[in-house]
């Protein structure tokens, strides 16, 4: 059986929205923004810069918190969890709406009278390794979860932190002879975002996911405010000391690897900020029932990146807002251009939402 929820944590749904509006204004600034504008000495542009660097941290760890959590509340036998048939669906579908997102058809036409197909197609995306990184999860669950939830939770973080240390490792792979759509999950080369190390993120919230569902069988008022601190002071030592430990872990042993995750430490150093986040908005959390609205986009996240994607890239027939007016906008303009894009876009996920409860609910007065 599935343990009923005591309480709601809104955080989670909140984290999500954070999330949803940082990419929604990075990826809009990022494409509209002109050239003469991007100066990394300017103190707003790099604080943009910045900011734009935590969202996909945010979004994979979040991904597996949420997962977790739901996942390890089933009681009875592991293969009957309801959440795994249902995460696989998931997964499944995220990997198919990235392709999907990405169709279009003058790019199809001119591929076939070409007989070439087109590569564009085959790039990876966040919707892609976010799918593959929830049932990464669910395979670590059926894995060790029968047998322990400690090796589910030493597992998560044991993998989270591997991938993080060798990243240095692989970066220079090409995984040369394999077949195109199976090295852009691997090689930056022609993908957005690859499989590692972002996965990465996604095991490590998976832990979080865990230590929140033992949380919620604690007693307490301030359990959550207490959790909040300990992220914080963890993040806030992964953001500035993390690298200092690593080379001191160099100097002792002599391992390579760690003076090279050292000199390029930004996996540690963004999971840093995103428990400095996660900490913010648990602070948070007796204030966030007070914002539905803002909740709300934080359940209807695929949602939003679907409709901005298509307004955005113009999915189908290549004919989005980055097309007109790719990178000719100033600073002004892009900023209110943002702005007036996150409320558009919002609003008709947000009103899309109500039509389709209100649809739903008929159809079950009727029956």
């Known amino acids: 059986?599935?343990?009923?929820?005591?309480?709601?944590?809104?955080?989670?749904?909140?984290?999500?929205?954070?999330?949803?509006?940082?990419?929604?204004?990075?990826?809009?600034?990022?494409?509209?923004?002109?050239?003469?504008?991007?100066?990394?000495?300017?103190?707003?542009?790099?604080?943009?810069?910045?900011?734009?660097?935590?969202?996909?941290?945010?979004?994979?760890?979040?991904?597996?918190?949420?997962f977790a959590y739901l996942l390890i509340r089933w009681q009875g036998k592991i293969l009957e969890n309801p959440r795994i048939l249902k995460g696989l669906r998931r997964g499944g579908y995220l990997i198919l709406v990235g392709y999907l997102l990405r169709f279009n058809i003058f790019t199809l036409w001119k591929g076939l009278t070409s007989f070439t197909f087109p590569k564009y197609f085959l790039v990876v995306d966040v919707l892609h390794c976010i799918g593959l990184s929830i049932i990464g999860i669910i395979g670590l669950y059926v894995l060790t979860y029968g047998r322990s939830r400690f090796l589910f939770q030493v597992l998560a973080v044991g993998l989270g932190v591997t991938i993080f240390m060798f990243e240095r490792n692989y970066f220079d792979l090409t995984f040369e002879g394999w077949p195109l759509f199976l090295r852009n999950y691997l090689v930056k080369e022609n993908s957005v975002f690859t499989i590692i190390p972002w996965i990465g993120y996604a095991f490590l919230g998976a832990y979080l996911g865990t230590v929140l569902h033992w949380l919620g069988t604690k007693k307490g008022s301030y359990k959550l405010q207490v959790l909040a601190g300990i992220l914080g002071l963890l993040g806030w030592w992964l953001m500035e000391r993390s690298s200092a430990f690593l080379m001191e872990m160099h100097w002792l042993t002599g391992v390579e690897e760690f003076r090279a995750v050292a000199y390029y430490n930004y996996l540690f150093q963004r999971m840093g900020n995103v428990l400095v986040i996660f900490a913010i908005f648990m602070l948070l959390e007796p204030f966030l029932k007070k914002w539905p609205i803002f909740l709300e986009m934080g359940r209807s996240t695929l949602s939003i990146y679907n409709l901005h994607f298509v307004v955005l890239y113009g999915t189908g027939f290549g004919w989005g807002l980055s097309r007109v007016f790719y990178r000719q906008l100033t600073p002004v303009t892009a900023i209110a251009g943002a702005i007036l894009f996150i409320i558009v876009i919002c609003t008709l996920v947000y009103y899309w939402n109500r039509r389709k409860e209100i649809r739903e609910a008929r159809v079950e007065n009727r029956e």
């Open 1 to 66: 059986m599935t343990l009923p929820l005591k309480e709601r944590l809104h955080f989670l749904d909140a984290l999500r929205a954070f999330a949803i509006l940082l990419m929604l204004e990075g990826h809009f600034i990022d494409s509209l923004l002109a050239v003469e504008f991007r100066d990394p000495n300017n103190v707003f542009f790099s604080v943009w810069l910045y900011m734009r660097g935590i969202t996909a941290p945010v979004f994979f760890t979040i991904t597996g918190t949420v």
